[in-house]
């Protein structure tokens, strides 16, 4: 051990805080909380026998930093922030929040919308979640759309401002159109209070007191206002009927349960509002397999609930934790109310931890057959694929090349990488043709394969002459094979170039649209894998991917010369009105289906312009 190491250790404070652990390269490895730091940082270097994870996080310190803090809460607040910015690579981590999807109510606006978002912002507005896919917020925000008719436009409305044409979802009966100048902010508000009630698990509430307003409606002889409300009524109706009443207490709870397996771990978590089962949530952590279950359940209660939005009142989980008490301070005091975490072991509470195990046993038996699968289609695949064509090594890294015109015009040519059988969708690169006039492919692919192995080599003489690692370019890495779309045309054209630049060791093969037949450099005979079998699959994904990139490429110039030559011909519109249209709409399409007053709020615009506009696309 270093002299400033042990130095640091003897110095260690007996306060409550947080200790980073770094390697030589002084990158985080490792973040935790403690009671004592001098206690628990010391029990790294004095215990002996670490194994596992903890015995490789050891091997790798090289120095550590700490903070103070004045409690314990304290710490355990830094430690979850600390690990969700640094993500280090011992602690057990949940998957990166921000791949999962929130619903937001934009609650500081006066007429509030509903939004898919997947960042949550320390602003005034709802958030609820997260939830486990876009497809469950979609399919949540459309129900909601359906019973509470609020609106999803991004139009800025205030209360008083002048009335605009509404949109078609107030024509279908999806939005009250408060943008018409006629809906009351207050009964708007109103609204927005029953979509968070509904959204929290609320719905009972809401039936009742729907039920309430229709009877109040009929008895005032409002029948329109009573067959709306009919019909939320059996909208709500038709969504409670899918959840199960599980828990007699009516309480709001949450019960988490996991399940551990060789190197990974699943965890359920089942959201029970008002008894109901609302939701369910699953998560698979990696990299726990020699650690404790209580440990696994500490981290993961920390990270799951660091960024909710909404906090029950009660927590099941399976097995007592080390910061039961600490954890419970931190929920109650963010939930504004008592928060309690409870190991039941008898009776229905008992029951339905065991029913989330179950469930987090069944997801980490899925997760591992669908990676099996994956594996067999990718890596599998790339073995398959050195046997079938008879290659000294496996063809890790995989390019393919393809190009795309419109009769010669705008040629462009795209390079696709796979790496494992997967795509490495930022080791792909495009080209546009330089030299190449008219419809020639031929002549295209020999200028994109020369261009790009040209490159490659000038990058790896200069990264040589510095002393860096050829992996540090952007075509320096040359690939294990190629793949040519095209026959044996296109592969003596791609082979040509690549002779002359002294790469033609490389593996290259071309492959024959009609028959998806490989094409090898002097065979006359074509290579014929076996329809079913995955080294053909991964070669046709690699193809198309190379085709949709490029066509991809190529469209995206095509629609640039188009807009070009259409806005620019529009009496008032210059490059900079037209770069602020394009950047709120998007496309001319979307143009074509705006109205006047859109046209004339975007930023440059006014209505004169606007009136150009129109009549040009009318014309």
């Known amino acids: 051990m270093r002299k400033e190491m042990e130095t640091k250790l003897k110095n260690l404070p007996d306060t409550p805080g947080v200790y980073i652990m770094k390697d030589k390269n002084s990158k985080i490895i490792y973040i935790g909380k403690a009671v004592s730091l001098k206690n628990r940082v010391r029990q790294y270097f004095r215990a002996t026998g670490h194994t596992g994870k903890v015995g490789a996080m050891v091997a790798n310190i090289f120095d550590f930093d700490y903070i103070l803090t004045d409690t314990e809460m304290e710490a355990l607040i830094l430690e979850c922030n600390l690990i969700k910015k640094h993500r280090p690579k011992y602690n057990i981590l949940l998957k990166d929040d921000k791949h999962y999807p929130y619903i937001e109510i934009t609650t500081e606006e006066e007429y509030p919308r509903i939004r898919l978002t997947r960042k949550i912002k320390k602003d005034k507005n709802r958030y609820f979640g997260p939830y486990t896919s876009a497809r469950a917020v979609r399919e949540t925000v459309e129900a909601i759309r359906k019973i509470f008719t609020i609106r999803t436009c991004n139009r800025k409305i205030r209360e008083g401002q002048p009335a605009e044409r509404p949109c078609l979802n107030y024509y279908i009966k999806q939005c009250w159109g408060p943008c018409r100048g006629n809906v009351k902010k207050a009964d708007y508000q109103a609204m927005i209070k029953d979509v968070c009630r509904f959204l929290d698990g609320r719905q009972e509430d809401l039936l009742d007191e729907f039920r309430g307003k229709m009877s109040k409606a009929a008895e005032n002889l409002q029948f329109e206002r009573a067959s709306v409300l009919r019909d939320q009524i059996r909208a709500v109706e038709k969504i409670l009927e899918g959840q199960k009443i599980i828990s007699t207490s009516m309480e709001d709870q949450d019960v988490i349960a996991l399940f551990q397996g060789f190197n990974r771990t699943a965890v359920q978590v089942f959201l029970i509002r008002g008894g109901k089962l609302i939701s369910s949530d699953r998560h698979i952590l990696e990299e726990t397999g020699e650690t404790e279950q209580k440990d696994i359940m500490d981290s993961f209660l920390k990270q799951f609930y660091a960024d909710a939005t909404y906090f029950p009142r009660e927590i099941w989980i399976q097995q007592d934790i080390d910061d039961h008490e600490v954890i419970e301070e931190w929920l109650s005091e963010r939930k504004g109310s008592k928060v309690t975490i409870r190991c039941p072991q008898r009776g229905e509470k008992h029951k339905l931890v065991q029913m989330a195990e179950r469930n987090a046993e069944e997801t980490l038996k899925t997760y591992e057959r669908k990676e099996e699968r994956e594996k067999e289609r990718t890596e599998g695949a790339v073995l398959d694929l050195k046997e079938a064509l008879n290659l000294d090594h496996a063809p890790v890294r995989m390019e393919a090349f393809d190009i795309s015109n419109t009769q010669g015009v705008q040629s462009v040519a795209s390079m696709v990488v796979f790496e494992n059988g997967r795509p490495a969708r930022k080791e792909y690169r495009r080209f546009r043709i330089k030299t190449v006039e008219g419809p020639n492919d031929f002549a295209s692919m020999a200028e994109v394969v020369e261009r790009r192995f040209r490159r490659g080599l000038e990058e790896r003489k200069k990264l040589k002459e510095e002393g860096r690692d050829f992996s540090e370019g952007k075509f320096s890495k040359f690939p294990d094979l190629i793949i040519i779309d095209g026959g044996k045309g296109q592969l003596g054209a791609a082979l040509e170039p690549m002779c002359k630049l002294g790469v033609e060791s490389i593996p290259t093969f071309g492959l024959a649209k009609e028959f998806e037949e490989l094409y090898a450099r002097g065979e006359s005979d074509p290579i014929i894998l076996p329809r079913s079998s995955n080294a053909l699959h991964l070669v046709q994904r690699i193809r198309d991917e190379a085709?949709?990139?490029?066509?991809?490429?190529?469209?995206?110039?095509?629609?640039?010369?188009?807009?070009?030559?259409?806005?620019l011909d529009v009496p008032g519109i210059g490059p900079?009105?037209?770069?602020?249209?394009?950047?709120?709409?998007?496309s001319v399409e979307r143009m074509k289906k705006a109205d006047l007053e859109e046209l004339s709020r975007v930023n440059g615009m006014n209505h004169t312009a606007a009136e150009s506009l129109i009549r040009f696309f009318r014309d």
């Open 547 to 567: 085709h949709r990139f490029a066509i991809t490429f190529h469209r995206s110039l095509r629609d640039k010369n188009d807009l070009h030559s259409v806005l």
């Open 576 to 586: 900079k009105r037209m770069k602020e249209l394009m950047k709120a709409f998007g």
